[in-house]
C-alpha cells in the first residue's frame, strides 16, 4: 500500500507553490527528497481519524458531520478521503457523502482469520443461540478503552439495537467488561478481583441492566494457552427474558467457553 501522503498548502510554502524557487527546477540527475518520515506518520495518523470517525449505525457521513468529529479542516480532509479512496478504504456517493470501503472489510476478515477462530467460535455461538433463544456474541479487546464484536449468532427475537459482527464498543461495566477487567485490565488499569469458583468451574459472569437498563448479560472468559485471555463469549437478551433464566444458563455459557478453551489448547 502507497504511503498517504498530505500535501501542505500553498500558503505554507515558501513561494506559494512549492519548496523550489519560482521558475528554477531541481539539479540534473537528482530526485526531490521524499517527504520526511515524520509528516508520512502525520497524515496517516489523521487518515486513520477520519476513518475512525464512523461509528455503528453509520452508513454515509457527510463532510460537515467528518469536520465536526475529527476537528480536521474540510479540505485536509478531501485529500485524506481522496487518498482513502484510491485505496478503497472509503467510497464517495452520488449525494457527495462518503461511506467506509471494500478494503476495511477485508482487512477485518484477514484479521479474524490471523486468530484461527473462524471454525471455532461461530458454530458455538450457534449452537448457544439454539439452547438458549438468546443472542451470542464473541469480543475481543481493540484497545485499553474498547472491544469489538469478532463474531455474532442471532437469536429469533433481537433487543431493539442489535450488536453486529465488527461493532466497537467501550468495555463498560457490564458482564463483557468485566470479564476483560478481571484477566486482561488495559495499560495501568488494576485488575478486577476474579470471583471465587468451585474446582475444576469455568468462571462466568451475570449483569442486569448496566450498558442497557433492559438489557442482561451473562458472559465468560475464552483462554488461550498459558492462561491468557483470548475473547469474551458473551449471551445477551431482555432482563424479562433472559434474568428469570440466568441460573440455568450460566453453566451453558461457561460449558461453551470452556469448551472453546479446550479447542485453542489442543
Known sequence: MEPIVLMPDAA??????????????PPRGRLLSPPSTASGVAAVGRAMTVLGAFRPGDTS???????????????????????????????????GSWSPGPMLLHWGSLYTR?????????PVLDSLTEATGQGATFWVR???????????????????????????????AAATGRVFAIWDPGAGE???AAPELAPGAHPVIATQGNRDLDAAA??????????????????SGSNERLWPEV???????????????RALAS
Open 12 to 25: 505554507s510554502r515558501p513561494d506559494g507553490l512549492g519548496g523550489q524557487p519560482q521558475g528554477s527546477s
Open 61 to 95: 457521513l457527510p463532510l460537515r458531520v467528518l469536520a465536526a468529529r475529527t476537528g480536521l479542516y474540510k479540505s485536509t480532509i478531501l485529500r485524506l478521503l481522496a487518498s482513502l479512496e484510491r485505496h478503497c478504504c472509503v467510497k464517495r456517493n452520488a449525494d
Open 114 to 122: 490471523s486468530l484461527g477462530l473462524e471454525a471455532m467460535v461461530p
Open 142 to 172: 481493540a484497545d485499553d478503552e474498547r472491544r469489538v464484536c469478532l463474531y455474532r449468532a442471532a437469536p429469533p427475537r433481537t433487543l431493539r439495537v442489535a450488536v453486529q459482527a465488527g461493532d466497537m464498543m467501550p468495555l463498560g
Open 190 to 192: 488494576a485488575a478486577e
Open 218 to 235: 451473562i458472559s465468560a472468559p475464552v483462554f488461550l494457552p498459558g492462561g491468557l485471555l483470548c475473547g469474551a463469549l458473551t449471551l
Open 247 to 261: 441460573e440455568r444458563v450460566k453453566p451453558l455459557v461457561a460449558e461453551a467457553a470452556a469448551g472453546l478453551t
